[in-house]
């Protein structure tokens, strides 16, 4: 049974059957080809909830320690010999982020690294809105409020964002809050460079939906409480790798483990494929040597990649192909019925891209026929690439195909298993394999 959608609490749980109506059929060259390719949706949905179940995934935390453990056993029992890469990345263990005004109304954010922690009684400072425009003796002193453009924001990196918070930053604030305008209305984390500010100060991160009185507060220049409490610090996590020397083709298949929250859909569905995918090439290509990444440190533009790259895989000249599962390789779909408003929908959001070598463009373009997103797949480029694949790009790697994108809860904290499915994972799914399938052969 449907609940009422919401996006602040999460309820939405399709059925299996619900998923499956207005699924787009996918090209397979043959009756036998399209039987031996189905992912089943059931196994599928049960990684999903595997991953989920796990809780947060950040970088080190208990949750990605044992989303590693899993992933260790998984791939394991598909033959391959496993190890473990560690990487040393910062964390933020919050007790409080929030800002509370002067007539008590609290708002609940993010901690945005590089983190700067307040005091124990918080940090008092008047609030004022920042403009691009305003002359920064207007900001000095005081807790900068910088209202970002509409957008699935993900990173601190991005120019709009980047921009935003250098130039407020310069002007001498003793705080920002960060307020992030997308879909779901909520905060929404931004990656960071595992590197210390050029400016330290305390920064949150508030999402739009309900922000109004913080907007006023700001205009008045009305005073205001911004907590950022918590241990913060460096810790170790893990790199999965996975190797099965052989005579044939060098395959190496990757994915992402590590993000801010749940990550049920931007982690999980690639996760999931990464699963059945490296379990499919053990058993049909038994002569491939395969080298399997499953990285951590996603959160700080793409540590564990960078570092998995530079030591666990052949020369670019090497490798035959590389197969990347990045953000959001499956995601639900909704209506957007009013900002902050979303009304979930059993088809699969669209906003997510593929890249590929020039050579299987045609092959992709075929194999993921209906595919929602993924049937206009792209000329592989560091301009065009984000996330990991971009890192793939930079160190050599051409023969690649690899997806990324943003679904509409993307780096929110409601980015559960409401927001996927195994029926959507199928579907992109049986695509890429047979396309994989296609380019081995």
């Known amino acids: 049974m449907r609940k009422k959608a919401s996006v602040t609490k999460s309820t939405f749980a399709p059925s299996r059957r619900s998923a499956l109506v207005g699924s787009s059929c996918v090209f397979v060259p043959s009756v036998t080809l399209a039987r031996s390719l189905q992912a089943e949706p059931a196994q599928l949905q049960s990684d999903l909830e595997r991953y989920a179940s796990f809780g947060t995934h950040q970088s080190g935390s208990s949750g990605d320690q044992a989303t590693v453990q899993w992933i260790s056993s998984r791939i394991a029992a598909s033959g391959y010999r496993v190890s473990l890469q560690p990487i040393e990345v910062p964390f933020f263990d919050e007790t409080r982020a929030t800002v509370t005004l002067s007539n008590g109304s609290e708002f609940v954010g993010i901690g945005q690294h590089p983190i700067t922690l307040t005091s124990k009684g918080g940090l008092l400072a008047p609030l004022t809105l920042w403009r691009e425009d305003q002359d920064p003796r207007v900001i000095a002193g005081k807790i900068a409020v910088v209202m970002l453009p509409f ?21 001498n604030p003793k705080a920002l809050i960060v307020v992030t305008d997308g879909p779901s209305g909520e905060a929404l984390a931004l990656n960071a460079l595992d590197k210390p500010a050029d400016r330290p100060m305390p920064i949150l991160v508030l999402g739009s939906r309900g922000i109004q009185p913080v907007l006023q507060a700001a205009r008045n220049g009305a005073s205001a409480t911004l907590y950022l409490e918590g241990q913060t610090g460096r810790r170790i996590a893990n790199n999965v790798v996975g190797r099965r020397v052989g005579t044939g083709k060098k395959i190496v298949l990757t ?66 192909l590389w197969v990347h599962l990045g953000a959001s390789f ?112």
Request: hydrophobic share 45%; with cysteine; glycine share 10%.
């Open 255 to 320: 994915t992402p483990l590590s993000g801010w929250f749940t990550c049920a859909a931007e982690r999980g569905s690639g996760v999931s494929a990464f699963l059945a995918l490296a379990d499919w090439l053990a058993k049909a290509h038994p002569n491939l040597d395969v080298t399997l990444g499953a990285m951590t440190g996603h959160e700080f533009e793409n540590l564990g990649s960078k570092k998995f790259n530079a030591q666990m895989v052949p020369p670019p000249g090497d490798v035959d």
């Open 330 to 441: 499956a995601a639900r779909d909704w209506h957007e019925l009013a900002p902050g408003l979303l009304a979930p929908l059993p088809s699969m959001d669209a906003q997510h891209f593929l890249l590929g070598h020039e050579s299987f463009l045609p092959i992709l373009r075929q194999a993921m026929k209906g595919v929602p997103g993924f049937e206009v797949p792209y000329v592989a480029s560091v301009e065009a690439a984000a996330g990991e694949a971009k890192q793939i790009l930079i160190d050599g790697y051409t023969k690649l195909i690899a997806n990324f994108g943003a679904h509409r809860l993307h780096h929110a904290r409601s980015d559960g298993l409401q927001a996927i499915d195994g029926a959507l994972v199928s579907q992109a799914y049986v695509g890429l394999q047979s396309a994989v399938s296609r380019i081995l052969a």
């Open 151 to 171: 957008g699935r924001h993900s990173s601190s990196l991005q120019p709009v964002i980047a921009g935003a918070i250098k130039a407020a930053s310069e002007a």
